[in-house]
């Protein structure tokens, strides 16, 4: 089992910054992907970003390529989300999840966080 604890968000102005962790616990021995999603009111659920269990490989879905970047580090059992330039249309509770392998999918991924609410104002 893997635990997933998000931290980070909160309220930001459009044009702001913000930087999500998202801290992993229990069998994090065994090598896992890990992803972004987000999820606003009324949406389905949507991939973010994605990175591997060595940082080699990365993905990101093109509303957030050039704004948002994904890293990681291992030392310390955390994955980083940095946003940049946050527009309204970010805003959005956003998840971390684990998985055996790099995806885009949310049904791909095993292990899921509570999320943690970003709000962008105008």
């Known amino acids: 089992q893997v635990q997933l604890v998000e931290s980070g968000g909160g309220l930001a102005q459009a044009g702001g910054s913000l930087r999500l962790s998202c801290a992993a616990s229990?069998?994090?021995?065994?090598?896992?992907?890990t992803g972004w999603f987000r999820q606003a009111p009324g949406k389905e659920r949507e991939f973010v970003a994605a990175i591997s269990w060595s940082g080699a490989r990365t993905d990101y879905a093109d509303s957030v390529k050039g704004r948002f970047t994904i890293s990681r580090d291992n030392a310390k059992n955390t994955v980083y989300l940095r946003m940049n330039s946050l527009k309204p249309e970010d805003t959005a509770v956003y998840y971390c999840a684990a998985n055996f392998q790099l995806a885009n999918q949310p049904n791909e991924y095993r292990y899921w966080g509570q999320g943690t609410q970003v709000t962008v104002s105008s």
């Open positions: 229990g069998r994090t021995s065994i090598s896992y992907a």
